[in-house]
């Protein structure tokens, strides 16, 4: 299994070293503070529309409808559940660090 390092995605533990490595911060703590913040973003779109972290990232709510369909292989005409997904935009002072 490659690590974290080797395919150049960041995940909690590796945030939380850079916390440590960069601001002091106690790596458990970090750990279950990300976890934290993670999911009261997830109750905040469950309960919202967006969420948004000025001049960093916005995140928006799609609601898809139900649709109709085809299946390409029978030409038969079927329903398609709805779902939610997510879009975002990055903000200005997120895009300048990384062009920095």
């Known amino acids: 299994m490659m690590s974290n390092k080797e395919t150049g995605i960041a995940g909690i533990h590796d945030i939380a070293l850079i916390m440590r490595d ?4 106690v790596v458990k703590e970090s750990e279950q503070n990300i976890r934290n913040i993670l999911k009261a973003v997830s109750i905040a779109l469950k309960n919202n529309n967006s969420v948004h972290f000025k001049g960093f990232l916005k995140i928006n709510k799609k609601i898809k409808p ?35």
């Open 66 to 100: 139900p649709r109709k369909g085809r299946n390409p292989k029978t030409g038969e005409e079927i329903m398609i559940d709805g779902y939610i997904g997510l879009s975002y935009k990055t903000g200005s002072n997120l895009k300048e660090f990384l062009n920095s």
């Open 22 to 25: 960069e601001f002091g911060a």
